[in-house]
């Protein structure tokens, strides 16, 4: 105010300056003010205080200008022009910055590339699962299915597992209430298999399977096995060691080898731990148990072990997983960390 007084009442050149000094002042605040308006409502206030009709300071400016003498009204017209505009402008510049990102939101922008959904896929354990009943698939073995809540028969007498056995152990199997219990094979299925129909058969059986044991790298108190049963006439040891060549390197890759080492089942004689050495490696890893069909296996269901032979196969779906994919703890395959799950 005491400036306007000064600039009202002077003359000459120095009136003139100080009445521009005040234009770019008023300019400068005026600009920074819709820069800094981070709302509508603040853009609104900036627009009110510098652009308003009544009172805004524009406004006050422009009257300035009437009370000028004739020379020095041009001069600062011109400069108080300029400041309008830049003002405008700045209006304008803040209210679209201000839309742009609202307009965004609202997905209005059909210009924007597309939203992609992120695709999930198939668990590394279901994905080995898929796998193996391709490749099994190939030689002629169909899939069944047994139940996971099992009753003692299937998982242990018919088995050809006596009451004594120490497989039976209740420390080392999930008892439940009226005989039943959680299997804990799924040699289970071969014995479901082979009351439902005659020979032949060639079957696999996938799925889970219960153990209390305590859980670390290489153990969990549920995981996954593969079992394999072929029937028929003559069917030999020699038949088990093809398939389950062939089905080695079909899923570890051609240079898998396999071994067979002599072992003791009670549903097999005789009976074999499977041994499997790949890359050139030196290490042999056991892969799980096989053998021919023990005759009181055959008996408990019903078939004639001088009619028919076969073989019998179980094998863990965690460990040919965490083989084939180099995974070294096995307790990443159950936490669903999807980090850990994207790699395949
Ligand atoms: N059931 C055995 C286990 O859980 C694996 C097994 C061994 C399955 C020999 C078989 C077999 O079918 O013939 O360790």
């Not at 299937?154 to 420390?171: G, K, S, Y």
């Not at 076969?310 to 083989?323: D, N, P, S, Y």
Request: with cysteine; net charge neutral; glycine share 8%.
């Amino acid at each position: 105010m005491v400036r306007e007084t000064e600039m009202g009442s002077a003359t000459g050149p120095d009136a003139r300056i100080d009445g521009l000094g005040e234009l770019d002042a008023l300019e400068a605040a005026g600009r920074a003010a819709f820069a800094a308006a981070a709302d509508a409502a603040a853009v609104e206030a900036a627009r009110v205080e510098y652009l308003g009709q009544k009172h805004g300071k524009l406004r006050a400016a422009q009257e300035r200008l009437k009370q000028l003498p004739a020379e020095a009204r041009r001069v600062y017209g011109q400069r108080f022009n300029a400041v309008r505009e830049a003002l405008e402008a700045a209006h304008r510049a803040a209210r679209e910055r201000l839309e742009r990102p609202a307009r965004a939101e609202a997905g209005v922008d059909v210009t924007l590339p597309g939203r992609r959904p992120r695709l999930g896929h198939l668990h590394p354990l279901t994905q080995t699962a898929n796998e193996l009943i391709d490749v099994f698939g190939r030689f002629g073995f169909s899939v069944a299915r047994g139940p996971e809540v099992e009753d003692v028969f299937h998982n242990f007498e018919a088995l050809n597992i006596p009451p004594a056995h120490p497989a039976r152990d209740p420390l080392d199997n999930f008892y439940l209430p009226g005989g039943r219990m959680l299997r804990s094979q799924t040699s289970t299925v071969q014995i479901r298999v082979m009351e439902s129909q005659p020979p032949p058969v060639r079957v696999i059986a996938i799925g889970r399977v219960y153990r209390p044991d305590a859980v670390d790298a290489t153990h969990s108190f549920m995981f996954h096995q593969i079992e394999g049963l072929m029937v028929d006439r003559g069917v030999t040891m020699a038949d088990l060691k093809t398939v389950l060549r062939l089905f080695a390197e079909s899923y570890l890759g051609r240079d898998v080898k396999i071994r067979f080492r002599p072992s003791f089942f009670p549903f097999t004689e005789p009976s074999v731990e499977v041994d499997m050495q790949w890359h050139g490696g030196e290490r042999w890893v056991e892969m799980g148990g096989a053998g021919m069909v023990d005759p009181n296996v055959f008996r408990a269901v019903g078939y004639d072990p001088e009619e028919v032979t076969g073989f019998a196969f179980g094998l863990g779906i965690e460990r040919l997983c965490m083989r084939r994919h180099g995974i070294d703890d096995i307790r990443l395959l159950y936490q669903n960390d999807a980090r850990f799950l994207a790699q395949f």
